[in-house]
């Protein structure tokens, strides 16, 4: 399948931005990317209160905002079989025109919405774990901006830049005080005697809505969950190791530059209780 | 004069760009505000010369890039009348297209160069001075996105928000240790004791191109320059704050939050001093 993307803006079928757009200027925007499983976007709810908490932070106000998204997406559903496609990316500026970093006042917000083709995962990571390295670049603390999927990516862009080796799926990052964050493109969490551990995304760090689900998931299932800051030995001392996002889902990491696993039984048991919940949502 | 800004895009008259344009997904890019005078732009060797810079540190790489800019500009003054004109934008992208943070190999970027009317500044502020305050918001430290003026603005953003206040036409900002780093749209220079001071931008803020003209000026004309890391005691201690940018020249700020300064006789040669320069350049 080699379908090309379909895009709706503020509604309109239509494949170009406004050149006095902020999202363009200055980043001034958010993102949600959600997974498509037979044209069904999963976990929505959750990826709305995360681009809502966003505005919220950001003071991106429209009143309409999200009905008007709600009918892009029916709209968009009327135009294009949603089952032909594997990702749905909603983008939200605080929209066009004006100058100078001051927002206007009643700014009308630029809604996109895309649909594309599931990105090529080869080799099965899912099931075979994955490589990965850490990366040199380190994240900024900014605690005004953590947590939301802002469109000031940059930090993100020089990571993945970073290696171009395909065997190594993804980098690991820490912030500029040494304590683990995420990967470029996903977050993580690891295992250690029992116990889930994850990253707290206040200072920097994108809070992942797959990583939300997946840790309301192990604590239903009574597995314990901690959430603080830890140092790059601390997960080097890990059982399991696993990545997570809304393409993905989980990643077991096998190899970490010198170091080895195996995946691990919570690994297993985190897929398969996101598979369920899947089925369910 | 209320003329319509005009802008090329790639070489050509157009209004909108790519929705699969990097410099929207990611912020990823730069831009530089020069400012046009009876159709001239100011200070351009500078700014094309932190362009290239940026382009550098974010691998931005097009073999044509610069001569192409060049002819975009000659075209632009083909196609309409420069002397119209106060502000000449340019923003550079690293182009359309692929998806991922990983920046495809050969990507061509995106050239953007806007022509558009000088920004109101009432109350002749470079003759009387400004009222400015300090920010809440605070820069993260970034060593590898500093000093270059990339997309990624957010914090610029919100703190610009801070205030709605006209009468006060900036505000300052730390980082997240405490030093003070810049304005919002401007950077800080300040005298005391005959030394001029002017904070590093060395794990944050931007290298602004009329700051880096003024310390130039200022070094030729015998006065002492001073670098470093500054607390906020040391700005409020200061005999003369002023503020530059390529739009405003030099602002000398009279008042910060409660505490009052006269225009000083360092700000005012520097004043002269920029205005010169900018009639040989």
């Known amino acids: 399948m080699n379908k090309s993307p379909f895009t709706l803006i503020n509604g309109v079928a239509a494949d170009s931005v406004a050149v006095t757009d902020r999202g363009l200027a200055y980043g001034d925007g958010l993102f949600e990317t959600v997974q498509l499983r037979a044209g069904r976007p999963l976990l929505l709810d959750l990826h709305l209160e995360r681009l809502r908490s966003g505005c919220e932070r950001l003071a991106i106000k429209s009143p309409t905002l999200f009905d008007d998204l709600q009918s892009d997406l029916e709209h968009l559903a009327r135009l294009c079989s949603m089952q032909d496609f ?14 100078g970093y001051l927002p206007q006042v009643g700014m009308a917000p630029t809604r996109i919405v895309i649909v594309s083709v599931m990105p090529d995962y080869p080799h099965s990571p899912a099931q075979a774990g994955v490589r990965v390295r850490w990366c040199d670049m380190t994240l900024a603390l900014s605690p005004r901006l953590a947590g939301i999927k802002h469109l000031n990516r940059l930090e993100q862009v020089l990571a993945r830049s970073e290696w171009d080796d395909p065997d190594i799926r993804e980098g690991l990052l820490c912030d500029t005080e040494g304590f683990v964050v995420e ?21 920097c760090g994108v809070a992942g809505v797959v990583r939300k689900r997946v840790l309301q998931l192990a604590a239903a299932a009574g597995i314990e969950v901690l959430e603080g800051r830890f140092g790059k030995s601390e997960l080097e001392q890990a059982d399991e190791i696993m990545l997570c996002n809304s393409l993905i889902d989980i990643w077991p990491v096998v190899t970490l530059d010198a170091r080895h696993w195996s995946v ?7 897929q398969s209780l996101l598979a369920k919940d899947y089925l369910a949502c």
């Open 183 to 203: 990967g470029t493109m996903s977050n993580l969490l690891w295992v250690r005697g029992k116990v889930l551990h994850a990253p707290l995304l206040d200072r």
């Open 86 to 99: 594997g990702v749905l990316k909603i983008l939200v500026t605080r929209g066009a025109g004006g100058r």
């Open 264 to 270: 691990g039984p919570v690994t297993r048991a985190l």
